[in-house]
C-alpha cells in the first residue's frame, strides 16, 4: 500500500496544493518530538519537484527553528480529509532563512501575506511517501481561522518582534532558536 519514491511528481504536487492543512514534524538529537499543524492560506510554495520553501509566521513557540539548527530533518504531512483517501508525507533536509539572510527577501516575494513573517524554511526533499489514508476521517473544510491574521494586521513590526524576542529565542526544551543574532 505505501510507496516512496525520491521527488514529487505531478499528482502530490496538485493534491499538496489542494490541501488546507498539513503536518510539520521535527525533533531534536535529544528532546521532544514536535509535530505542529499548519492552515495559514498561501504558506507552502513548491518550487519544483525537488525543493519547497515554507513561510513561518511567529507564535507561541519555535521548536521547529531550535530542532533544525540541531538536526536538519523534517516531515510534512499532508492528509485528505475530502474525496479520495491519501497520506502523503515529505522527508526532507532543511534550512532557515531570517531576514538577515540574502536568500530571505527572494523567497519572500513568493508569498501574499508576509505580515509577521518569522522565517522561511526551504526544504530539500530526501523522499515522498504516499499511503492509503483510509483511516482518516472525512471532514468538511468551512474556513480558515481569522484569529491569527487579526492579531499580526493590528500589531506594529515592533510589536512583532518585541513577542519574538520574548516567546521565541528559546525551544520548549530550552534549546536556541538563533532567531535574533
Not at 87 to 112: C, P, Q, T
Not at 116 to 123: G, M, P, V
Amino acid at each position: 500500500m505505501a510507496s516512496f519514491k525520491d521527488t514529487l511528481n505531478e499528482k502530490d504536487i496538485k493534491f499538496i496544493q489542494k490541501q488546507k492543512m498539513f503536518f510539520v514534524s521535527t525533533a531534536p538529537k535529544d528532546g521532544r518530538i514536535n509535530i505542529s499543524p499548519k492552515g495559514l492560506d498561501g504558506t507552502l510554495k513548491i518550487l519544483d519537484k525537488n525543493t519547497i520553501v515554507w513561510l513561518n509566521y511567529f507564535g507561541s513557540g519555535n521548536e521547529t527553528a531550535a530542532h533544525l539548527l540541531e538536526n536538519s530533518r523534517i516531515t510534512l504531512m499532508f492528509c485528505a480529509y475530502e474525496n479520495e483517501a491519501l497520506i502523503l508525507r515529505i522527508y526532507a533536509k532543511a534550512v532557515i532563512l531570517h531576514e538577515r539572510n540574502s536568500k530571505f527577501k527572494e523567497y519572500l516575494k513568493l508569498f501574499d501575506y508576509k505580515n509577521a513573517a518569522r522565517q522561511i524554511f526551504k526544504l530539500d526533499i530526501q523522499s515522498v511517501n504516499s499511503s492509503c489514508g483510509m483511516g482518516v476521517p472525512l471532514y468538511k473544510y468551512i474556513a480558515q481561522r481569522d484569529e491569527l491574521v487579526n492579531y499580526y494586521d493590528t500589531h506594529t513590526k515592533e510589536d512583532h518582534i518585541k513577542y519574538m524576542k520574548e516567546k521565541n529565542q528559546i525551544s520548549f526544551d530550552g534549546k536556541e532558536t538563533k532567531l535574533f543574532i
